[in-house]
């Protein structure tokens, strides 16, 4: 079975602070694939990143970066300088990577916000 | 379409009344999926379509809830005899392919309030 735990559920910072989100995942399979979405207020979910299990290589694109663990299953967002317009819901999400049962699993979300 | 298009946005209804909800999914996307948002619950999974497959029912949490995908494209959620609990946000999602590896493309959401 997989499971996906975002144990923060709430997080307020002030901007231009870090902030970190952390996902935690479980998996039988050895391929899988995990994700990141961020749902403003406006409600639409949006697509962040997605990333392989075989390519632990962190990603950084702009203020946001990804640092992907292994050996503690872990996939952690990282958004530097935080801006107002980063109050969201962020969802971590694990695929695998087909077959009968392939579908997403979502955690239940943080919300994030940023005070000016 | 462009994008994922669902309807009604929003939609108010007694309990014990039956509701209808659609969405039509991006053109060229066989998988559509539909998850439910309840507050705190983050995105519990319903159903999905791949193509000319048997539907993925095992996330409908009761009998009241049924979904069909006409031509391949459009879907619509039925729930029947609609409780209070049932009141959330539905989401749906569609995909290039059943694949845990595709990035889904989410619609706004219908929200629905059973009183």
């Known amino acids: 079975a997989q499971k996906v735990t975002q144990a923060q559920t709430e997080i307020s910072v002030v901007e231009k602070e870090d902030v970190t989100l952390d996902c935690v995942y479980e998996?039988?399979?050895?391929?899988?694939?995990l994700f990141w979405y961020k749902q403003p207020p406006s409600g639409e979910l949006v697509f962040l990143i997605r990333?392989?299990?075989?390519?632990?290589q962190n990603e950084i694109s702009g203020r946001y970066s990804w640092n992907f663990q292994k050996s503690t299953s872990s996939f952690n967002f990282t958004i530097t300088a935080s801006q107002v317009v980063d109050s969201a819901v962020y969802f971590c999400?694990?695929?695998?990577?087909?077959?009968?049962?392939?579908?997403?699993?979502f955690g239940k979300g943080i919300t994030l916000s940023v005070r000016p | 379409g462009a994008g994922v298009s669902q309807s009604p946005s929003n939609k108010v209804t007694e309990k014990g009344k039956d509701v209808e909800l659609r969405c039509d999914p991006i053109?060229?996307?066989?998988?559509l999926y539909w998850y439910r948002q309840s507050l705190g619950q983050g995105l519990e999974f319903l159903i999905y379509?791949?193509?000319?497959?048997?539907?993925?029912k095992s996330g409908l949490p009761s009998d009241r809830f049924s979904a069909e995908r006409t031509g391949g494209s459009v879907s619509t959620l039925t729930i029947q005899r609609t409780q209070q609990e049932d009141s959330a946000v539905y989401l749906c999602?569609?995909?290039?392919?059943?694949?845990?590896?595709?990035?889904?493309?989410f619609g706004a959401g219908s929200r629905l309030t059973v009183l």
């Open positions: 999400a694990l695929g695998t990577r087909s077959g009968a049962n392939s579908k997403l699993t």
């Open positions: 990333r392989n299990s075989f390519d632990e």
């Open positions: 998996t039988r399979d050895t391929t899988y694939y």
């Open positions: 053109s060229g996307h066989t998988a």
């Open positions: 379509f791949q193509g000319n497959s048997a539907p993925d």
């Open positions: 999602a569609s995909s290039l392919a059943r694949s845990g590896a595709n990035v889904l493309t």
